[in-house]
């Protein structure tokens, strides 16, 4: 299972931008994907989840303001940011699990190579 990331770019405080996560391989609607994303210095975090149902979870930084969806016809994931803040400047990585739903990176199988997002102020 390859995973492809794309969307991130430069982007004023307050502005919007759309990840895409692009699975090849078959029965993308099985797997359940994750975004997470690193800061310099920092560790991998929890950003947002979307189950195989189109549930969701938030990380609480982002709640309200980032939306997590799946179109499973066209094996891709999404993360649409709205109200960027120069504090989610980071790069973004997606992931996905066939056996593991939630928050915790490790329980992701299949990772991304990751896109980089840089908020301006």
């Known amino acids: 299972v390859q995973l492809q990331a794309s969307g991130g770019g430069l982007v004023q405080t307050g502005g919007s931008l759309r990840l895409s996560c692009a699975i090849a391989?078959?029965?993308?609607?099985?797997?359940?994907m994750g975004w997470f994303r690193q800061s310099p210095g920092k560790e991998r975090e929890f950003v947002a989840h979307v189950a195989w149902g189109g549930q969701t979870i938030y990380a609480d930084s982002v709640r309200g303001r980032f939306t997590a969806s799946r179109n499973n016809a066209g094996n891709t994931a999404y993360l649409q940011m709205d109200s960027l803040k120069p504090e989610d400047t980071a790069v973004y990585y997606c992931?996905?699990?066939?056996?593991?739903?939630?928050?915790?990176?490790?329980?992701?199988?299949?990772w991304g190579q990751g896109t980089l997002v840089t908020v301006s102020s």
């Open positions: 391989g078959p029965n993308f609607s099985k797997y359940a």
């Open positions: 992931a996905a699990s066939d056996y593991y739903s939630g928050t915790s990176a490790a329980g992701y199988d299949y």
